[in-house]
């Protein structure tokens, strides 16, 4: 939603009739992952994509209808239907859509205030069951939420997952009862609701400590993939804009003095980069990003350095609980040898980790593409 929302604002100042598609679910291996949207105004401009080309003509048609109509509705596009086979959608899975007309409110509007913003947001729609298309906005615990989905109960219940999605920045379905009744063990009770719940988390940060020739290529692959990009080295005269412009800040400190000031925030999906051999340098960057939640601590070094990097570090009071966190020498081995292949090589370990994968070739594994 959040690559088509200034469309949606354009439509909206221009008067324009639409419909909004999104990926609610998915069964097997697709295309987009839930929260992937694709629009259409009544004049048939499409924007943004929900499989990458293979349905996106059915869902055109689907999504003028809805404009006619008015309905909502959720369209399924499976391996075994003869409907997918004639739409390109031979991927193995299954798509589940929801598409509804496009009708701008305060939820809309708040919405685009926090993106701007960069402000954590969950985008709550009921896509299934009474009240099909009521929306809420949820907030961080203690900020304030937008809109409601029918029930005080089901709002509670919807508040509670839909904050712990946004801490994970994941989105999906979930169902719930209509009346967001509780059992004594507290489970919800009945499935008689299904909400899509979209997070809008900020974007995950990446701080890359020593101003070097690696940490050029990084930053630019890094912000390829959406990460928000901090270079950070104690040498004024290398740690400049003008050496570092695809990083979003270049600050001129000791990494454990950086990671003082915003380590608190840090989580599973952010990581941090040392690329430095210098031990007055990575031991206290090391020692500091220990102490956070960050979910990815890589080392660049030989294996000699490794060694004795790991040395110092159990000097220094680190323990081998805590030494298992990093990976270190950095990256997966697929041979890098240049800046640019080691970035690739760093980022692939990242994703790896992230999903819990083997880095091995698709050609030599079995199962889903995707999860």
């Keep these: 939603m959040k690559e088509i929302l200034a469309d949606l604002d354009r439509w909206r100042s221009a008067s324009e009739s639409a419909a909004v598609a999104r990926v609610v679910d998915l069964e097997g291996s697709?295309?987009?992952?839930?929260?992937?949207?694709?629009?259409?105004?009544?004049?048939?401009?499409?924007?943004?994509?929900?499989?990458?080309?293979?349905?996106?003509?059915?869902?055109?048609?689907?999504?003028?209808?809805?404009?006619?109509?008015?309905?909502?509705?959720?369209?399924?596009?499976?391996?075994?239907?003869?409907?997918?086979?004639?739409?390109?959608?031979?991927?193995?899975?299954?798509i589940h859509l929801f598409v509804e007309p496009l009708e701008?409110?305060?939820?809309?509007?708040?919405?685009?205030?926090?993106?701007?913003?960069?402000?954590?947001?969950?985008?709550?729609?009921?896509?299934?069951?009474?009240?099909?298309?009521?929306?809420?906005?949820?907030r961080p615990e203690g900020a304030r939420t937008v809109g409601?989905?029918?029930?005080?109960?089901?709002?509670?219940?919807?508040?509670?997952d839909a904050?712990?999605?946004?801490?994970?920045?994941?989105?999906?379905?979930?169902?719930?009862?209509?009346?967001?009744?509780?059992?004594?063990?507290?489970?919800?009770?009945?499935?008689?609701?299904?909400?899509?719940?979209?997070?809008?988390a900020p974007p995950p940060r990446m701080l890359i400590f020593g101003a070097v020739d690696f940490t050029a290529a990084l930053a630019r692959v890094a912000?390829?993939?959406?990460?928000?990009?901090?270079?950070?080295?104690?040498r004024s005269v290398f740690a400049t804009d003008k050496r570092f412009p695809m990083a979003d800040e270049v600050v001129v400190s000791w990494p454990d003095r950086l990671l003082d000031d915003v380590g608190a925030g840090l989580g599973p999906r952010d990581a941090v980069c040392v690329l430095t051999h210098d031990a007055k340098f990575d031991v206290p960057a090391i020692t500091s990003a220990l102490a956070t939640d960050v979910g990815y601590i890589g080392v660049m070094g030989s294996r000699r350095t490794h060694d004795d990097r790991t040395r110092?570090?159990?000097?220094?009071?680190?323990?081998?609980?805590?030494?298992?966190?990093?990976?270190?020498?950095?990256?997966?081995?697929?041979?890098?040898?240049?800046?640019?292949?080691t970035a690739v090589s760093i980022v692939s370990e990242i994703i790896s980790l992230r999903t819990g994968r083997k880095a091995e070739g698709l050609s030599t594994t079995t199962g889903p593409i995707h999860d």
């Design 163 to 200: 904050r712990g999605e946004l801490v994970a920045g994941r989105s999906g379905l979930r169902r719930y009862s209509e009346r967001g009744e509780y059992s004594e063990q507290g489970e919800i009770r009945g499935q008689e609701v299904a909400v899509f719940v979209e997070s809008f």
């Design 30 to 94: 697709g295309p987009r992952a839930p929260g992937a949207a694709m629009a259409v105004t009544a004049d048939a401009e499409v924007v943004g994509s929900v499989s990458g080309g293979c349905v996106e003509g059915a869902v055109v048609t689907e999504s003028l209808d809805v404009i006619a109509t008015g309905d909502r509705r959720i369209v399924t596009f499976g391996y075994s239907d003869d409907e997918a086979f004639a739409v390109g959608l031979t991927c193995g899975g299954t």
């Design 223 to 234: 912000k390829v993939l959406g990460y928000r990009v901090t270079v950070c080295d104690a």
């Design 312 to 341: 110092r570090l159990s000097e220094a009071g680190v323990t081998d609980e805590q030494l298992a966190r990093l990976r270190s020498p950095i990256g997966l081995d697929i041979g890098a040898a240049t800046p640019e292949e």
């Design 104 to 138: 701008w409110g305060p939820v809309f509007d708040e919405l685009g205030t926090d993106l701007a913003a960069e402000s954590p947001a969950a985008l709550a729609t009921v896509v299934e069951g009474p009240g099909t298309g009521a929306k809420m906005l949820v």
């Design 148 to 160: 409601s989905l029918g029930s005080a109960g089901l709002d509670r219940a919807v508040q509670r």
